[in-house]
């Protein structure tokens, strides 16, 4: 087959017919058949050869053409494709490296096999365009909801017609109880976009979290034009759900609006998901605020958070927790997706033999250490002292406002608390001297005797071994092991070190020692700078 005048309007009208059939430029199309005729051309001429073909956009004639590239003497690689200065010259006047000669080479007879090799090309290419269209009009479509048909079922995977092309429905990702057949209309959200060998995969989903909030942004014109934003959302798919919700319109509900006049609008959305039980809650930025809401419709006593654990215990009256922690943990963990936080859960009894426990070990700690009868150690504790330190080292007129203390005895108080953490001190050096701590960790600024002691029972004991722990080492964290906290235990935990004082701590024994330049890390010279102000 040649290209010849009678089919050069077909090449274009191929062209067309099968953009349009596959919803691509047609300029992908021509491109693929310029560069199927360039390889045919190659097979005719030489696969050495630099053979380009050119097909006109407006008539349809392709014109193939040598090039050949003038470079270096020594660096002819290819003599078909390449020549020199010197051999250039036959056909430019002042030739340079980099210029290209061109040849117009007659059209190429297509046989049987370079037909098909064409045509291949062709395909290939096409199929090549349609995927990238497929993966760019997705991809910009992804978390949100999109409407498809059921096509079929593979091991419990959903196929899912989507117009332009097909999407899965993971078995997972759907909400336990449904099951659908062949031509049925489904409503799924796009949880991810993804090229593969095989083409773009689309996979869908109806139990992820923002499916929900995607159906309330449907259904709720006020969270479409922003005036409510869903804060968060937590689900048990198919069975409850929680949603927190915002008004940035003071005279506007943000949970009446979503629950709609007579509950319409909520109940499109439970229709949607299968009967899904699903509470509205108003979003606060008081973490305690927003979680006593999450626990309805239990109530909540007290709420006490640490935000440095990521943990909050909430104490509710005894009567009431089961009905906080729900069938089996649901509206306890639902609370606590919902907020971010580990939540633990305590009777009102539970927390008074807590705290009972607490107040009788410190009682007791006052009455060992300071020789105290347990009617003043009571009352210290009382007063919200809870260790020596505080007792040795808080101002004296917080031990005054104690009633029946005067001065005398709030000195003798202070004066035993010293002696005995002095004491402590002491033997705390000693241990820590005979497990063979050097004296470049006793003498580093920032730890306490009873510090250094619990580092050499750990195996630290020079400022080398100390300079290469990490902070969560030494202060303790918490990690996230297969969805849950886990703690992580720190050297210097008991002793309240924060991550931060612990970072600072290790980066300054790490420029003491030389491995860190303090320059860098923002960190002066105590001494230089003493100087300077001394100057000054």
């Known amino acids: 087959m040649a290209i010849t005048s009678a089919n050069q309007l077909e090449l274009l009208q191929t062209a067309e017919a099968v953009a349009r059939e596959k919803m691509i430029d047609p300029g992908l199309v021509i491109e693929a058949m310029e560069e199927s005729l360039a390889r045919a051309a190659k097979s005719r001429y030489g696969a050495e050869m630099d053979i380009r073909v050119a097909i006109d956009r407006k008539t349809g004639r392709a014109s193939f053409t040598r090039v050949r590239t003038v470079v270096e003497d020594d660096a002819v690689e290819n003599y078909q494709a390449q020549l020199t200065v010197e051999q250039a010259k036959e056909f430019l006047t002042e030739p340079k490296v980099g210029d290209e000669i061109r040849d117009e080479v007659p059209p190429v007879e297509l046989g049987r096999i370079a037909a098909q090799s064409a045509k291949q090309v062709i395909l290939q290419k096409v199929r090549e365009a349609e995927r990238d269209r497929q993966f760019e009009e997705?991809?910009?479509?992804?978390?949100?909801?999109?409407?498809?048909?059921v096509k079929r079922e593979e091991y419990g995977n959903i196929i899912v017609d989507i117009g332009r092309g097909e999407a899965i429905l993971r078995r997972n990702e759907k909400i336990g109880r449904e099951s659908y057949r062949p031509n049925d209309r489904i409503r799924c959200y796009i949880k991810d976009v993804r090229r593969e060998p095989r083409g773009p995969q689309v996979f869908l989903s109806r139990t992820d979290p923002q499916f929900m909030a995607e159906l309330f942004k449907m259904e709720v014109p006020e969270i479409y034009d922003g005036i409510i934003e869903i804060k968060a959302v937590a689900r048990d798919p198919g069975s409850r759900a929680k949603i927190g919700v915002i008004s940035y319109d003071s005279s506007i509900d943000p949970v009446g609006a979503c629950v709609g006049m007579r509950g319409s609008r909520v109940q499109?959305?439970?229709?949607?998901?299968?009967g899904e039980k699903i509470d509205i809650i108003p979003w606060n930025e008081d973490q305690a605020t927003f979680l006593v809401n999450a626990l309805q419709p239990a109530e909540v006593s007290k709420v006490v958070i640490d935000e440095e654990a990521g943990k909050i215990e909430v104490v509710v009256p005894d009567e009431q927790l089961s009905l906080a922690i729900g069938r089996r943990g649901q509206n306890v963990r639902l609370a606590s997706q919902l907020t971010g936080l580990d939540i633990d859960i305590l009777t009102e009894e539970e927390e008074s033999r807590r705290r009972q426990a607490e107040f009788t070990e410190r009682t007791k700690l006052f009455v060992d250490a300071l020789d105290l009868d347990e009617f003043f150690a009571q009352l210290l504790v009382a007063e919200g002292f809870t260790n020596l330190e505080e007792v040795a080292y808080v101002d004296l007129d917080e031990l005054l406002a104690i009633e029946g203390v005067d001065e005398g005895t709030a000195g003798e108080l202070q004066a035993r608390a010293r002696d005995v953490l002095e004491e402590q001190n002491r033997k705390a050096l000693e241990n820590a001297r005979a497990l063979g701590v050097?004296?470049?960790?006793?003498?580093?600024?920032?730890?306490?005797?009873?510090?250094?002691?619990?580092?050499?029972?750990?195996?630290?004991?020079?400022?080398?071994?100390?300079a290469t722990c990490a902070d969560w080492e030494l202060a303790g964290g918490w990690t996230t092991v297969n969805g849950e906290r886990v703690k992580d235990e720190g050297l210097l935990e008991k002793f309240d070190v924060s991550l931060e004082e612990a970072q600072t701590l290790v980066m300054t024994a790490r420029v003491q020692l030389g491995w860190v330049d303090p320059a860098e890390i923002g960190i002066e010279d105590e001494g230089a700078a003493e100087e300077e102000e001394a100057e000054a």
């Not at 997705?138 to 048909?149: E, H, L």
């Open 438 to 466: 050097e004296d470049s960790l006793v003498g580093f600024e920032g730890l306490t005797p009873q510090m250094i002691e619990a580092l050499a029972n750990d195996g630290i004991k020079t400022l080398e071994d100390f």
């Open 138 to 149: 997705f991809v910009g479509r992804k978390g949100t909801i999109i409407n498809g048909v």
């Open 268 to 274: 499109a959305v439970v229709n949607e998901l299968q």
